[in-house]
């Protein structure tokens, strides 16, 4: 097993791209140890195995935005002359089956394993988003029963006094 790669590496490759947790093909190639035109071949060689949903390559504006987002200028030193392909959790998993290296099956693995605790995060995240609104509603129906008995409390230590009464004794003005 290839504990040696730190799942934060795996996890710093994951992007949000059209609503969906995916991996670049050359971040995957990188992760397996083999050239990204290798793994695009691979995958070429067994395209029914890749459907929309498990596989997608950046649309010409994604592309741009994403290749905005490094600094270095010399795209073609980048290996960024065409728009990669972008792999669901489901591409992944496939993707053992394509490459049958060794290196392949345990990569995949640490990067299920990844996918699983991120899902598990967003779950706990939800979960308590939901909570905090919750108590939030309850906090502002909290605060409205106090501001009627505050109200009420003032109404009996300060009665209101009709026109047609006069105070008798002192008063603040």
Known sequence: MNSFLPLEVITSKILLIRKQRVMLDRDLAALYGVGTKVLNQAVKRNLNRFPTDFMFQLSEEEFK?????????NSDKMGLRKSPFAFTEHGILMLSSVLRSEKAVDVNILIMRVFVRLRNLLATHESLQKQVTELDH??????????????AVNMLLDPPVEESQK????YKE
């Open 138 to 151: 309850k906090q502002k129906k909290t605060n409205e029963d106090v501001q009627m008995l505050m109200a």
């Open 167 to 170: 105070r008798i004794g002192f």
């Open 65 to 73: 935005n994403w290749k905005s987002q490094f600094v270095t200028s």
